[in-house]
């Protein structure tokens, strides 16, 4: 049994930072997951963010956060973190922590079966 639990988000001003972090816990090869951040706003599909591969560290990043957010993971603790910086008001969104067992930097939503309960950040 897998579980995702995300921690931090909260509000932020135009151009201030932000960061969200995910702790999983139970059996899972963690030397060769994908992890990712998703972010849902209101009325819109669940968008890829970011996602790092475990087995080499590879990273992806939506066009819409390059060079403004970044992935990093804590090997020991299972930690996934998701650093914003130079937020924007169309960033406001539930960010969720997803993992599944994937070779590669995979951005596709229904790859992934588990998934965290999600926190909210919101940019004004």
């Known amino acids: 049994h897998v579980q995702l639990v995300e921690s931090g988000g909260g509000s932020a001003q135009d151009g201030g930072s932000l960061s969200i972090t995910c702790v999983a816990s139970?059996?899972?090869?963690?030397?060769?997951?994908?992890m990712a951040w998703f972010r849902q706003a209101p009325g819109k599909e669940r968008e890829a963010v970011a996602t790092?591969?475990?087995?080499?560290?590879?990273?992806y990043y939506s066009d819409s956060v390059k060079d403004r957010f970044t992935i990093s993971r804590d090997n020991a603790q299972n930690t996934v973190y998701l650093q914003m910086n130079t937020v924007k008001t169309e960033d406001t969104a539930v960010y969720y922590c997803?993992?599944?067992?994937?070779?590669?930097?995979?951005?596709?939503?229904?790859?992934?079966?588990?998934w965290g309960q999600g926190t909210q950040v919101t940019v004004s």
């Open positions: 997803a993992t599944q067992v994937i070779a590669g930097v995979n951005p596709v939503r229904t790859e992934y079966n588990y």
């Open positions: 790092l591969y475990t087995g080499n560290n590879a990273t």
């Open positions: 139970g059996y899972f090869p963690y030397s060769r997951l994908c």
